[in-house]
């Protein structure tokens, strides 16, 4: 098993990986359209509307909240 680099998900199906491909390190939620992975800041605003939609928070904090979130993961290390 591991973890998306881009999000921190689980990946423990082969359903869960980008295009359902194993050796690949993000999920299919971090892939874009063409199985490539989003960047930081199309991942940033996909993970600022979930929080909002499933926190019913604002949307400035929802945004704080998820880059404290993306600071972690080691896709966006190079950003820091
Ligand atoms: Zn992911």
């Known amino acids: ?45 996909g993970m600022t509307e979930f929080i909002v939609r499933t926190q019913g928070i604002d949307r400035n904090v929802a945004n704080k909240t998820a880059r404290k979130m993306m600071d972690k993961l080691p896709a966006w290390e190079d950003l820091k």
């Open 1 to 45: 098993m591991k973890i998306c680099i881009a999000c921190g998900m689980p990946m423990n199906k082969k359903e869960d990986y980008a295009m359902g491909d194993e050796s690949k390190n993000y999920c299919k939620y971090c892939m874009r359209e063409d199985g490539t992975m989003q960047s930081y800041e199309e991942k940033l605003k």
